[in-house]
């Protein structure tokens, strides 16, 4: 199977242009590619196929084999992807995902894409739609404990669910420890991403990120909108925010007037393989 690694703030995947090649049960491929040790490294799959509905399609897997809706990071690979291998010669694409059909635009040097920026849609906080065991009609700054510690959680969807949680240094939480915590908590049906946001200013966030089905990544695009919805739902900050991750910054821009939110990104070529699948 030929592959392309891809990054974009170090959320690294494994990208398969379905074009040309056929993937059979891409969940286990997916673990096999993800293992750092035996496979080629990475935080999961991710498929590039036709789409009767837009430009492309995105087919996401988590590196344990699960299915995953949306990534932001991701979804700004692809379009780099489809741009300099040729598939396309438009500088504003549709991509189909799980969480629906979104809108990019590709800034282009060369023949090169450097950096897309992604309408990443409406953010959902209806609890039954993200989803979250809660009667509340939005979840906003809700105590929780885990662990013996109390945290004030704000839940959103961006097409996969987040809970987000404010804490005074994201460099000192026991991230492996809590992480897996969140993720399987009673209250999430489905797991669930979780977010832990310090909030430096009105304009600036750090986040740091345990991802359902992937553990701790460097970054997560659909994370880092949750958040910067999460903080102006809090009062925390303006609607535009530089999320500070482990791998690199994001910008993300809420829309009051459309009620949707734009991400913008790199997204970064690391190499071209094969493997024996």
């Not at 399609?57 to 809706?69: E, I, K, P, T």
């Not at 909030?199 to 359902?212: F, G, N």
């Amino acid at each position: 199977m030929k592959f392309t690694k891809m990054q974009g703030c170090g959320n690294d995947y494994v990208y398969v242009n379905c074009f040309r090649e056929k993937v059979d049960d891409a969940s286990q491929i997916a673990i096999k590619v993800s293992d750092r040790h035996f496979g080629i490294g990475s935080d999961g799959l991710i498929l590039i196929k036709p789409s009767d509905k837009a430009d492309f399609m995105m087919d996401m897997y988590n590196a344990d084999g699960s299915s995953s809706q949306m990534c932001g990071n991701g979804i700004r690979c692809v379009a780099k992807y489809v741009y300099d291998y040729g598939l396309t010669d438009k500088s504003k694409i549709t991509i189909e995902t799980g969480a629906g059909i979104k809108n990019l635009d590709l800034e282009v040097e060369g023949d090169h894409v450097t950096e897309v920026t992604v309408d990443m849609g409406t953010p959902i906080t209806d609890p039954k739609l993200i989803p979250v065991v809660s009667d509340q009609d939005q979840i906003v700054a809700m105590p929780i404990t885990v662990d013996g510690i109390s945290y004030k959680m704000t839940c959103v969807s961006m097409g996969n669910p987040h809970a987000i949680v404010f804490v005074d240094d994201t460099k000192t939480i026991e991230i492996e420890k809590i992480g897996p915590l969140f993720e399987n908590h009673i209250l999430f049906p489905e797991r669930t991403n979780t977010e832990f946001i310090h909030v430096i200013d009105r304009h600036t966030i750090d986040m740091r990120v345990w991802e359902r089905g992937s553990g701790e990544t460097l970054a997560c695009g659909t994370g880092a909108c949750a958040s910067v919805y999460a903080c102006i739902l809090n009062g925390l900050t303006e609607d535009e925010v530089w999320v500070r991750l482990l791998g690199g910054v994001l910008k993300v821009r809420y829309d009051k007037d459309k009620h949707t939110i734009f991400m913008t990104g790199p997204a970064v070529t690391v190499f071209e393989g094969e493997i024996n699948v």
